[in-house]
């Protein structure tokens, strides 16, 4: 078994993800999430803590214990769960747009008795954020977004005045883990992106062993 969750850790963070849609319009791409039981074995897989580094990057945010956070893309709460520890004052919102990974990560919350730990449905193109946060956070998953420019201008009213945005993925090149080449954006090409969207870049680490991770500020404008 540990061998057969290995193997396919391996194909979620490479090329051959299971069923998948691929859709090169505006450069995102969309993969088949729908069974949440099944996915919880490699996302939670403790083998992904030794490259992905939660504990650091957590760290490296700068969190508030009373901090609203919104993890778009949360799946079954890799993050949004450690989130939660870490503002026990504060309130974490999980953003997913497969209904199978909004009610594991619920029924996780539950089940674990995270208070300030829920999940939701937003969309593609929109991903539904209720209030204002002080951090929205994505990991793993910008390439997923459909015209990124417009998706970023779009919630921009959903930061509070000194809100940030923070984003972790891949770097080009030949990695153990990851999406191919032809799905990464360099950090180059996300920061252009979201500069059209009216973001600021605060910070650029290159500090975890595959990804880098970008801190936005929203812009004057």
């Not at 208070?115 to 929205?136: Q, R, Y």
């Not at 779009?154 to 945005?165: A, D, V």
Request: hydrophobic share 35%; glycine share 6%; net charge neutral.
């Amino acid at each position: 078994m540990k061998k057969i969750i290995k193997y396919l850790l391996f194909l979620l963070f490479t090329s051959a993800v299971l069923p998948q849609e691929h859709d090169y319009k505006h450069q995102s791409v969309k993969h088949n999430f729908s069974n949440a039981e099944k996915w919880a074995k490699i996302f939670e897989n403790p083998e992904r803590d030794g490259w992905q580094q939660p504990d650091h990057v957590i760290q490296s945010i700068g969190i508030q214990p009373n901090a609203f956070i919104v993890d778009i893309g949360s799946a079954t709460g890799y993050f949004p769960v450690r989130f939660a520890k870490v503002v026990p004052q504060g309130k974490v919102i999980g953003v997913d747009v497969e209904k199978d990974m909004v009610d594991y990560l619920n029924d996780r919350a539950q089940k674990e008795g995270i208070n300030n730990l829920i999940s939701i449905l937003g969309e593609f193109h929109d991903p539904k954020i209720p209030e204002t946060a002080d951090i929205v956070f994505i990991c793993n998953t910008y390439h997923h977004i459909d015209d990124r420019v417009t998706y970023f201008k779009n919630i921009k009213s959903k930061f509070k005045t000194n809100g940030k945005l923070v984003i972790v993925d891949f770097r080009k090149g030949d990695l153990p883990v990851g999406p191919p080449d032809k799905q990464k954006i360099s950090p180059k090409n996300l920061i252009k992106e979201l500069e059209k969207a009216g973001f600021v870049l605060t910070q650029h680490q290159e500090d975890l062993p595959y990804q880098y991770m970008l801190t936005f500020k929203l812009g004057d404008s």
